[in-house]
């Protein structure tokens, strides 16, 4: 039987080939600056074989880059996000000023943030030009676990970490819960818990807090799966080793409750 090929629109697909967001992607389609084997189209959904089509801007025929896998140590007060209209400092804003001169790869390359961590929120996020592997790490039925350092307003009992793992009811009616809760270590008021979760929802943890009124001092995510912040300086990004890579692989690849797999 004859392969069935895909057809993805056109600024997907240069946003796949890692040349910059989507929606740059469309600005310059409409622009008139992309060209689809050899001619101008000004459709952003115009349909491309991926795998067959050849894609290039103003002129310069774009290849598929080298795959980047990133990790951060996102500082606290930084927004998620590309451009921000209150003119927040981002995380690209942060990525520039710590991007080494011999790192060309990276210089030239357009990579994005795999999930987000919000302006108050710190610590491991992800980055890469990999969207097909990015959406393994974020799919719901992967239950990639994301583990979370909190600093709460309170000295928690036995019975508010069970609440935790039980399932708290959001002002919104949602009900979420924790995966697992243990205590870390506390001073007169406060105390750090450790929360994991394998859900990913939207704000969850200062959720769950704001129900149970509890103010959250401190949120720092510390591992993504088996890939821990470790050491890595606020502020400061690193590439994934090839073996950290892999053992993120291998965590959603033996999730039982996975039906996709993650490539290779």
């Not at 310059?28 to 050849?54: C, K, M, T, W, Y």
């Not at 080298?66 to 451009?83: D, E, F, H, S, W």
Request: hydrophobic share 40%; proline share 5%; aromatic share 4%.
């Amino acid at each position: 039987m004859p392969r069935c090929e895909r057809r993805i629109g056109l600024a997907r697909a240069l946003s796949k080939l890692g040349y910059c967001s989507r929606s740059r992607a469309a600005e310059l389609i409409r622009a008139g600056h992309v060209s689809l084997n050899g001619r101008i189209r000004r459709d952003p959904e115009f349909p491309v074989l991926e795998d067959r089509d050849q894609l290039s801007v103003d002129g310069k025929i774009l290849g598929r880059p080298q795959p980047i896998y990133l990790m951060m140590n996102k500082p606290r007060g930084v927004v998620t996000t590309a451009a921000d209209e209150k003119e927040r400092e981002t995380v690209y804003d942060v990525l520039a000023r710590n991007v080494p001169a011999e790192d060309q790869n990276l210089s030239r390359s357009w990579v994005f943030p795999i999930g987000r961590l919000d302006k108050a929120s710190e610590g491991l996020l992800l980055f890469t030009n990999d969207s097909a592997w990015a959406t393994f790490v974020t799919a719901p039925e992967m239950h990639l676990e994301k583990t979370y350092h909190v600093q709460i307003a309170r000295i928690p009992d036995h019975d508010f970490l069970a609440t935790l793992v039980a399932g708290v009811s959001a002002k919104d009616g949602e009900t979420l819960r924790a995966k697992r809760v243990r205590f870390l270590r506390s001073g007169e008021k406060n105390c750090w818990i450790e929360i994991v979760l394998d859900e990913g929802r939207n704000r969850q943890i200062r959720r769950m807090m704001e129900a149970l009124g509890v103010e959250v001092l401190r949120l720092v995510r510390v591992a993504i799966g088996p890939l821990q912040l470790g050491n890595l300086a606020k502020g400061r990004h690193r590439a994934l080793t090839s073996d950290e890579k892999k053992m993120l692989d291998r965590a959603m690849k033996q999730n039982p409750s996975s039906t996709a797999q993650p490539m290779a």
